[in-house]
C-alpha cells in the first residue's frame, strides 16, 4: 500500500532532550517535507528536500533539523526541544515530476509531540 | 510569506443543509489546492485549480477560482455527517516555493 509512514506517533519528553521522528515512504517520490500544526495557527511549513541531499527551509525551521540521505527517508531532528515545540507534527511527500505548485501532497498520520 | 485567509473558521449546520467556505488572498495565486483532514488523520487532496473561473465539482462538493485568481470557494450541497471534518485551502503563489496553507475550516453537520 502506498503510504507516509511516521515514527512515533505519539511521544511526551522533557526539555533538551533530543528526539527524531521519522519519516517514509513507499511511492518513489522526490519531494518531501515537514509540517507542524497547531490550533489558530494551521499547517506551516518547517522544511523541506526536493531531492536527495537537497533541503530547504520552511517558513519555521528553528529548533529543527532534517537529513534527505535517502529518497524515501526524511527524518525531523529536535536537538533541543522546548515546550513550544509541543505541536501535531506532519511529513508529506509529493510525486515525481509534479510541480510543487500543484503536486499532490500525501501527508501521514502525523506525530504529536508533547514537551514538558 | 503570503497570508492566505480562510472563513468561517468553524460551521455547525444540520444535515441536508448548504454550505460555502471561503479561501481569499491580497495576491494571485498561480495554483490552489484544496484537502480535508479527518481527526487522527493527515489531510488528503481534494481538488487542485489552476485558471481562473475553473469550477470543478466531486459527487456534492463544488470548487470555484476566482476570476482574478484571489480567492477561491468550496459549496456543499445538501450536507451529511461524513462531510464533517477540517477544510483547508493552501495556495502557491508565482516565485514561492511550495504550498501556503490556511488555518482551515472545522465542518460539523449534526444528523
Known amino acids: 500500500e502506498a503510504q507516509v509512514t511516521q515514527n512515533p506517533r505519539y511521544l511526551i519528553t522533557v526539555t533538551g532532550k533530543k528526539l527524531t521522528v521519522t519519516c517514509s515512504q513507499n511511492?518513489?517520490?522526490?519531494?518531501m517535507s515537514w509540517y507542524r500544526q497547531d490550533p489558530g495557527l494551521g499547517l506551516r511549513q518547517i522544511y523541506y528536500?526536493?531531492?536527495?541531499?537537497?533541503?530547504d527551509k520552511g517558513d519555521v525551521p528553528e529548533g529543527y533539523k532534517v537529513s534527505r540521505k535517502e529518497k524515501r527517508n526524511f527524518p525531523l531532528i529536535l536537538e533541543s526541544p522546548s515546550p513550544n515545540q509541543t505541536s501535531l507534527y506532519f511529513c508529506?511527500?509529493?510525486?515525481?515530476?509534479?510541480?510543487?505548485?500543484?503536486?499532490?501532497?500525501?501527508f501521514g498520520e502525523g506525530s504529536r509531540l508533547t514537551v514538558l | 510569506t503570503q497570508l492566505l485567509e480562510q472563513s468561517p473558521q468553524f460551521l455547525s449546520i444540520q444535515e441536508g443543509e448548504n454550505l460555502t467556505v471561503y479561501c481569499n488572498s491580497s495576491s494571485v495565486f498561480s495554483s490552489l489546492q484544496w484537502y480535508r483532514q479527518e481527526p487522527g488523520e493527515g489531510p488528503v487532496l481534494l481538488v487542485t485549480v489552476v485558471t481562473g473561473g475553473e469550477v470543478k465539482k466531486l459527487k456534492r462538493l463544488t470548487f470555484q477560482f476566482g476570476d482574478a485568481r484571489k480567492d477561491s470557494s468550496l459549496h456543499i450541497t445538501a450536507a451529511q455527517p461524513g462531510d464533517t471534518g477540517l477544510y483547508l485551502c493552501a495556495g502557491a503563489w508565482l516565485g514561492a516555493d511550495g504550498l501556503t496553507f490556511g488555518k482551515g475550516t472545522h465542518l460539523i453537520i449534526q444528523p
Open positions: 508529506a511527500s509529493s510525486p515525481p515530476g509534479a510541480s510543487v505548485d500543484t503536486g499532490e501532497l500525501f
Open positions: 511511492m518513489n517520490h522526490e519531494y
Open positions: 528536500s526536493m531531492n536527495v541531499e537537497v533541503t
